[in-house]
């Protein structure tokens, strides 16, 4: 079971143009910097500064979540 392809060839995306879009949205540094966002380079910084933070806070109330159940149960002999 076959269909016949409908996208003429010359409106087909090169292999190039995608995998770097695909690089663009994955890779970390990438992502710092939003590359993927078509803005001015002002809303781009701001975007930039606002990401950093939001990144820091998830990390850190991530760490205190994982910890703190092993904090309780080796500080005050908590196991439930």
Do not use: W
């Not at 002002?42 to 990144?55: C, D, L, N, S």
């Not at 850190?60 to 439930?80: K, S």
């Amino acid at each position: 079971f076959c269909l016949p392809e409908t996208l003429k060839f010359e409106e087909r995306k090169k292999v190039e143009d995608v995998s770097r879009r695909a690089n663009q949205l994955v890779a970390p540094t990438e992502l710092f910097k939003f590359s993927a966002v078509d803005a001015p380079i002002q809303r781009k910084h701001e975007m930039q500064r606002i990401g950093v933070i939001y990144f820091i806070y998830l990390f850190l109330y991530a760490g205190l979540e994982f910890t703190l159940p092993f904090l309780t149960h080796l500080r005050f002999n908590f196991d439930r």
